[in-house]
């Protein structure tokens, strides 16, 4: 029981925490008190359905007339994925870095042809512990001006940057959020992956590269970092990215093995922008070649339970074996969904329901009757 004094004082806060709180700020983890001075100031949206694949899905020009690359302002809104970043910068997104789901799904599609389902299935799980529901706003991160340590969830403002869940430890090109900056382009790690781009894919990073990379990077995570952690969906999340730079930052007009040069992974990564003349690829893609990367170097979903060099395998968590793919959506639902949003009601409970729908529709053909409902089975209570 909070006393009287407590009680004026959280108010105080809320209401502070209230008048600052932007329109894409997640509201996972908040309180019901919280909740309850938060809800009335936002402005509802109905949330606009996924779009469905595009008609054109060929080779095509993408670093166009009509998207240039500028940097981003000083509140502009960045993060730690380079694929996001990189559509703000050319304007295929917002320049502010804040959309909608259906926003983000049509800029992956068109800037980078990723494949539908999968584009619908990454993004609503995305918003549904990152972004603001009842507004039908996601952040790709937060503003490029504040700096430092993004909060962990529930986080009010951080939307991708939140070290939980999606944003994880042992990222390719950015630092864990032990040591402060989980999302800024981070030039150590980078050098790292072109030293082995040298190793190991003559100067180019190919499957080869996207494996050892991987498995070094879990090694240096577990070796200096006491709370490094790679369960699910995170687990799934550190493998497929090694598959993005191959599968999107491609040139699609590239013959032969797909590999990508330096020169381009360093415009991606650092600055968010498509090399000159860029065109994507010509096939709807999503993680193909993860399996490469998986099996080079086997590992269960795990954590450091005592500290550095105590990685131990988490038997809950769902691994990437093809028949426990829809355990890593039940997981989601039933534990990340459902404990930071334990009891909702009226609009939130509302626009939970439908985003949830949205989100087993895009694994319906893989997981036919196991849809989810964890609060009931209707979208209209
Ligand atoms: C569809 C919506 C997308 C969402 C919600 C999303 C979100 C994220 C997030 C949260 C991360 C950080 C994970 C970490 O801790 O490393 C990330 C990383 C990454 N994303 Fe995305 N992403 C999306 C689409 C894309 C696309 C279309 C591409 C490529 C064109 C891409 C490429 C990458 C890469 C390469 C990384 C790894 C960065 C690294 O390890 O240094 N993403 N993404």
């Known amino acids: 029981m909070v006393s009287f004094v407590n009680f004026v004082s959280l108010a105080l806060a809320l209401a502070s925490t209230a008048s600052a709180f932007p329109a894409y700020g997640s509201l996972a983890g908040l309180t019901r008190e919280q909740l309850d001075v938060i809800l009335p100031r936002l402005e509802f949206k109905q949330p606009t359905p996924p779009p469905g694949p595009p008609k054109d899905t060929g080779v095509k020009l993408i670093n166009d007339a009509a998207h240039p690359w500028k940097a981003p302002g000083p509140s502009d809104i960045r993060g730690p994925c380079p694929g996001l970043n990189t559509l703000a910068n050319h304007g295929y997104l917002p320049r502010n870095g804040v959309a909608s789901p259906a926003q983000i799904i049509t800029a992956v599609q068109e800037g980078f042809n990723m494949e539908n389902s999968f584009a619908r299935f990454v993004t609503y799980s995305a918003h549904l512990i990152d972004g603001n529901l009842?507004?039908?706003?996601?952040?790709?991160?937060?503003a490029t001006n504040e700096t430092g340590p993004a909060p962990p969830a529930p986080a009010l403002a951080a939307g991708l940057d939140t070290h939980a869940l999606f944003e994880g430890d042992a990222s390719m090109t950015r630092a864990d959020a032990y040591w402060g900056d989980?999302?800024?382009?981070n030039q150590t790690l980078f050098n790292e992956l072109m030293s082995f781009m040298d190793k190991y894919g003559n100067g180019r990073y190919n499957l080869t590269v996207a494996s050892e990379i991987r498995w070094q990077r879990i090694q240096d995570s577990m070796s200096t970092n006491p709370t490094f952690g790679l369960i699910m969906p995170r687990f799934?999340?550190?493998?497929?990215?090694?598959?993005?730079?191959i599968n999107f930052f491609v040139d699609g007009r590239m013959t032969g093995t797909r590999s990508l040069s330096k020169e381009d992974a360093q415009y991606f990564f650092?600055?968010?922008?498509?090399p000159d003349g860029w065109h994507r690829h010509g096939v709807?893609?999503?993680?193909?070649?993860?399996?490469?990367?998986?099996?080079?170097?086997?590992?269960?979903?795990?954590?450091?339970?005592?500290?550095?060099n105590t990685y131990t395998a988490d038997p809950t968590s769902a691994d990437l074996s093809p028949e426990q793919f829809?355990?890593?959506?039940v997981n989601f639902v039933n534990r990340s969904v459902k404990s930071l949003y334990p009891n909702p009601t009226g609009v939130l409970l509302k626009v939970l329901n439908i985003n949830l729908q949205w989100l087993y529709d895009s694994i319906s053909e893989q997981c036919p009757g196991q849809q989810q409902f964890p609060y009931g089975n209707s979208t209209t209570q």
Do not use: W
């Not at 650092?270 to 498509?274: A, D, I, V």
């Open 134 to 142: 009842v507004t039908d706003l996601l952040s790709i991160g937060q």
């Open 182 to 185: 989980n999302h800024s382009f």
């Open 236 to 245: 799934f999340t550190a493998y497929a990215e090694t598959t993005f730079p």
């Open 270 to 274: 650092q600055r968010g922008q498509f």
């Open 284 to 308: 709807p893609s999503s993680t193909e070649g993860m399996d490469t990367v998986v099996n080079a170097h086997p590992i269960r979903p795990g954590s450091n339970t005592k500290g550095v």
């Open 326 to 329: 829809c355990l890593i959506y």
